[in-house]
């Protein structure tokens, strides 16, 4: 596994998912190595619930120079895999190999040296596309963009086969990197429902509640990077809309990146008291406060996937999504939450009212919707779906002329 974050280091979605796969494949006995970037909190070579970690360090780019520093930390990838390599094969051809070996790189940060790798060792390269930079701005629109877009494209072509999580993905790879759909396997992302399982005595859970709202305060709650396309910006315009029904809704908004423009609009609407920005807060925090919150909401504009959506459900949190990406996917409107429209606050507020105003409902929903992620997206499951493709690779390169 190729991935340029793995946790401590945690950016996005991409490190749980390298991590919870990782070990999940591991526990299935596959041998997992993992050759990521170096963290100041954790050792540089390591064995962690069965997975080898491998943490390289590259040196630092240019400032501002980000493509730079994304090459940089390729081939400091390479080198560290380069050596593995040549530890196992011993000068004898990939093919030849008693057990399967393959590369899998997650998202277009670790296409260049997977792409070097394939083509030295002759390795059969699956990728995973968590998202496009087409999606995530609405098209190309610079420089930057057009290169990004087109390593995407590059990782789709020179992969055997290519992963997505969901069906959205699938078209959307179809469609902005000209990958043909019989070369697409769709496998969800999953997660742990069993983090959320731990003891939390009522008066504990009242002392935590006490620091984002009073007991009689209906509790909004969203997670996520501050950035355009995860919709914080929507769900402030949907909040005033909220407060006119219930005057004493609060939200909380946790997540790092730029917000200094949320909080001045916060301040122009006279919000202040009304809305918490916490920044990042640490596992323990945040796994408490899916248990204490009254909804979570994720009014994305564009979204793969939508993780965090299936931690507030398997929390046993009532949800509203936006009917963006795949979220549409992982939600089913009135079944386990409530879907509404992409980009419309008044849409959005009315999904947030409707599980205030009749909590029996929401609940039922809610465990509806715990029952779903442990039933659908668990990664026992999702680890067997992908060996499938690892096997379906290793079959058709050992019967390839390549």
């Known amino acids: 596994m190729l991935s340029w974050e793995y946790p401590p280091r945690i950016v996005g979605g991409i490190a ?3 991590q919870e796969l990782s070990e999940a494949l591991a526990a299935q006995r596959l041998e997992v190595h993992v050759i990521t970037t170096t963290h100041p909190d ?32 390729n081939a400091a990838f390479e080198a560290r895999a380069d050596a ?38 002759k390795i059969p390269l699956v990728a995973t ?26 990782l789709s072509y020179e992969a055997w086969r290519i992963i997505v999580c969901s069906a959205f993905m699938r078209g959307e790879v179809q469609y902005a990197l000209n990958t043909p759909s019989d070369k697409i396997d769709v496998i969800p992302n999953g997660i742990r429902a069993e983090k959320f399982e731990f003891e939390f005595l009522e008066a504990e859970r009242a002392a935590f509640r006490a620091r984002f709202a009073e007991p ?32 004493n809704a609060r939200l909380v908004i946790v997540g790092g990146g730029y917000r200094a423009h949320l909080e001045e609009f916060v301040r122009f609407c006279g919000l202040e008291h009304a809305v918490q920005f916490t920044g990042f807060l640490p596992d323990a925090d945040l796994l408490k406060l899916y248990r204490v919150v ?8 564009y979204e793969p996937f939508g993780i965090v959506a299936l931690e507030a459900m398997a929390a046993g949190a009532p949800v509203v999504v936006s009917d963006a990406g795949g979220l549409k996917e992982v939600v089913r409107h009135e079944q386990t939450g409530i879907v509404t429209w992409a980009g419309n606050a008044e849409s959005l507020a009315w999904g947030i009212l409707r599980v205030l105003t009749d909590p ?43």
Do not use: C
């Not at 619930?49 to 360090?57: E, F, K, P, Q, T």
């Not at 930079?133 to 877009?149: C, K, P, Q, T, V």
């Not at 659908?376 to 390549?402: D, G, L, M, P």
């Open 16 to 18: 749980r998912h390298v």
């Open 42 to 73: 954790a050792p540089d070579e390591a064995v962690e619930n069965g997975v080898y970690l491998h943490r390289v360090a590259s040196p630092p780019p240019p400032q501002g120079d980000f493509l730079r520093s994304v090459y940089g930390m």
């Open 84 to 121: 593995l390599l040549q530890q196992w094969l011993r000068g004898r051809p990939v093919k030849s190999q008693r057990e399967a070996i393959l590369l899998h790189a997650h998202d277009w940060l670790a296409h260049p040296a997977a792409k070097s790798l394939k083509h030295r060792y």
């Open 129 to 154: 596309i968590h998202a496009t930079e087409h999606g995530r701005h609405g098209g190309i629109h610079s420089d930057l963009s057009r290169a990004i877009s087109h390593t995407e494209w590059e």
């Open 216 to 247: 009689s305060q209906p509790l909004i709650f969203f997670v996520g990077r501050m950035v355009r396309e995860k919709g914080v910006q929507i769900l402030l315009q949907a909040l005033p809309i909220v407060r006119a029904e219930l005057a």
């Open 294 to 301: 009254d909804v979570a909401v994720y009014p994305s504009l």
């Open 360 to 402: 029996d409902a929401a609940q039922q929903r809610a465990q509806n919707a715990r029952k779903a992620v442990q039933r659908e997206f668990n990664w026992q499951r999702i680890a067997k779906q992908t060996r499938a493709v690892y096997q379906r690779v290793w079959r058709e390169f050992q019967q390839s002329a390549w």
